[in-house]
Each structure stands twice: as structure tokens, then as C-alpha cells.
């Protein structure tokens, strides 16, 4: 009897030994991986949301760390050490700046979770923007002296024609037409941004800002970039002179 009572009790010790080592935390992040704004057309606020992260897990779970990818995005979580079943709230913001289209940000929640002891929360939105321009127009080739010309597309979004009142131009950029040019609803155009190159050689960047109409007043004013890298005009072809060429004989 002394022996089953001790083999019992071994029994026993060993189950909450067992116990002990395989508890651990896990995470889940209610609702997926995935934050998804959906369709977004104001874009005068920065982005809010929050998801809820629970401890699905037997032991407490941790989280030392929640990282976002870049400066844009911002987050607040609710608090750091979540016993089993409980759950706490990550709220965060994400800065649209001149961002256009389809856009993707991450924050990374580091914890004590097995197996994902590194989580990754990607938030996503198509930004729709009721005017719209291509946010950089590239020169390649620029040199110096050349007149080169880069096409910057404008799409009006709205329910109604924008007018382009005024164009403005640094670093010698100008725009090849000239306002007032009325964009039509949901039409798309292209407008010529030109410029020389400077007389030295090097990175070259500049902007068009452009005046509208547009009823809406973050979109009175729009900004088109541009870049490319300037260099030195290529050196004339030679050609050669009539004395020059070879002529033919006869044997």
C-alpha cells in the first residue's frame, strides 16, 4: 500500500511538473493579422483604428515590445502583461501624408508568445483622393543646358470639373500649358512639366505647385515633385569631312 501511495504521489508531482513546463502564452490578434481600412477619400485627419490582443494561452502572456515599421504610424497599447483569457487594446494612427492608391504600414508586437514570440500587424487602406497628381515626375536624362519634359498625370476623383487656376514652379521647372485648364469628373490628364538643366552636375529637385477650385480646401493647393540626376551635356559628334572620307579606285 506504502508503495502505491508513493507511486501515486510521484505520479501526481510529475503531472504538475508536466503541467508547468507546457504552459505557455499565446497570442491572437481578434480579427486577423490584418487591419484593413477599406476605401478611404478624407484624408484630412491621420488614420485611427485599434485591434484587441488576447492571451489565448495558460500562462500570463508579455509584450515588451510594439513597434511600427516607420515614423508615420503611431501606437498606444492599453497595457503589457495579459493573464490567460484576458485581453488588452493596441490603438494606433497612421499619418496619410501625400500618399495615394493602395497603402500598407506594419507594426511588430514583440512577446514572450510561443511559437509567435514576433507577431506583425499589417494596416492597410486604398487611399482615393477626389484630386489626385502623381506624387514625383522623374528626368532621365537631364544635362546640363537640354530642355527635358516629364509628364505628371492629374485625376479628378469628383462628382464635378476642377479647374488648374495657376501653376507654379521652382528650380526652373515651368509647366508646357497654360491655365486655366478645366479637368473633367472622373477624367484623368496629362500635363507637361519641363525644365533645363542646371549648369552643374548632380542630384536635381524641385516642385510644381498647382492653384484649384476645388470646393474641398485640402485640395486647393496640390504638389507635384520632381528629381533626376543632372549631368554634364554630352560632348558633340564629330563628323568627318568630305577630304576625309575614303575613296574608291579602280584597278
Known sequence: MKT???????TAVALMMAATV???????IKGGDTFDWGNVSDVSKPLAGQVEIKNVGDKDLIISQAKPACGCTSEALERSNIKPGESTTLKFTVNVGTSSGQLMK?????????????????LKANIIRLLQADQFVSFYPLYAGKESTGMAKIKNNSAAPVKLLEFTGNNGLTVGKKAPITV???????IPVKVVGPAQPGPFYGQVL??????DQQYKLIEIRAYGENKPAPAPTQQASPAMLPTGGTK
Open 4 to 10: 502505491f501511495t508513493k507511486t501515486l504521489a510521484a
Open 22 to 28: 507546457y504552459a505557455q502564452p499565446k497570442i491572437e
Open 106 to 122: 506594419s507594426i511588430t508586437i514583440s512577446s514572450n508568445a510561443a511559437p509567435d514570440s514576433v507577431k506583425v500587424l499589417f
Open 184 to 190: 473633367p469628373a472622373n477624367t484623368e490628364i496629362e
Open 210 to 215: 498647382i492653384k484649384t477650385d476645388h470646393p
